[in-house]
C-alpha cells in the first residue's frame, strides 16, 4: 500500500484567489490522480498527473482552472485557480502502483471558498 | 462514455438485517471492479476488490461481491449488517485501457438502526 499525505487538510480562501494542494506519496508510484467531492455527492475524477508532462483533464474540466504539475514519481500539486463558492469540494489525490493493484487515496483538503 | 450505476442511493436497515447493494457499469472491455467505503468524517477505504479470477470476492468486515460479467454488474453482499456498517459505498470500475483511470458511482448511504 502507499500513504499519502496532502496539504493542506483543510482551507478557506476568498473567491477570486487560487490554492495550492500538495501531494506526496511515501514511495514510487506509476499512476497519479486528482478527484473531487462536492458536498454529498461521489468522486469525480478531475485529471490524471503524468511525470514529466501535461495532465489529462477530464471533460469538464481545464487546464487553466486546475492546473496540476508532477515534478517526479512521489510529489504532485493541484491548483484551483480563480475560486468560487462552487469549487467548494474537498480535493483528493489518488494513486496507484500499477495495473493489477487497487487506488489508494488521501485524506482530501477540504476547501471552502466565500 | 464509461458509467457506474448505483441503485440505490440510501438504504436504511435493522442490524441483522441482509444487505445487498447493486452496482452496474457500461463499459464492454475488461474490466477492473472495486467497492470502497467511506465512514462518517473518514476518507476512503477499500472493501474489496476483483481483477480476475473467481466472481466471488470476500472482503475485510465480512463483506463480499459477485462479478457477473453477462450483466455487467458487481453486487455488494453482506449476510447480517451491523450498527458500525453505517457510512456510504461506492463501487468503483477500472478499465484495461485508457490510463487505468478508477470511475466511481454516485454512492449508496447506509444507515443501520441499532
Known amino acids: 500500500s502507499a500513504v499519502i499525505s496532502q496539504k493542506p487538510s483543510r482551507d478557506i480562501c476568498q473567491r477570486g484567489t487560487s490554492l495550492t494542494i500538495q501531494c506526496q506519496v511515501d514511495s514510487q508510484v506509476t499512476m497519479m490522480f486528482w478527484y473531487r467531492q462536492q458536498p454529498g455527492q461521489s468522486l469525480t475524477l478531475i485529471a490524471t498527473?503524468?511525470?514529466?508532462?501535461?495532465?489529462?483533464?477530464e471533460s469538464g474540466f481545464v487546464i487553466d482552472k486546475f492546473p496540476i504539475s508532477r515534478p517526479n514519481l512521489t510529489f504532485s500539486t493541484l491548483t484551483v485557480s480563480n475560486m468560487s463558492p462552487e469549487d467548494s469540494s474537498i480535493y483528493l489525490c489518488?494513486?496507484?502502483?500499477?495495473?493489477?493493484?487497487?487506488?489508494?487515496f488521501g485524506q482530501g483538503t477540504r476547501l471552502t471558498v466565500v | 462514455a464509461q458509467s457506474v450505476s448505483q441503485h440505490n442511493h440510501h438504504v436504511i436497515l435493522s442490524e441483522a438485517a441482509s444487505l445487498e447493494l447493486g452496482c452496474n457499469y457500461s463499459?464492454?472491455?475488461?474490466?477492473?471492479l472495486f467497492w470502497y467505503v467511506q465512514y462518517p468524517g473518514q476518507h476512503l477505504q477499500l472493501l474489496l476488490k476483483y481483477f480476475s479470477g473467481d466472481p466471488l470476492v470476500k472482503g475485510i468486515k465480512g463483506f463480499e461481491a459477485e462479478f457477473i460479467k453477462s450483466k455487467f454488474s458487481f453486487n455488494l453482499r453482506k449476510p447480517s449488517v451491523q450498527w458500525s456498517d453505517t457510512a456510504e459505498y461506492f463501487c468503483a470500475v477500472r478499465r484495461d485501457t485508457g490510463g487505468f483511470k478508477t470511475i466511481f458511482g454516485a454512492g449508496t448511504r447506509l444507515f443501520v438502526k441499532a
Open positions: 463499459y464492454g472491455g475488461t474490466v477492473n
Open positions: 489518488s494513486v496507484a502502483q500499477g495495473a493489477d493493484t487497487e487506488a489508494f
Open positions: 498527473a503524468n511525470q514529466g508532462s501535461e495532465a489529462t483533464y
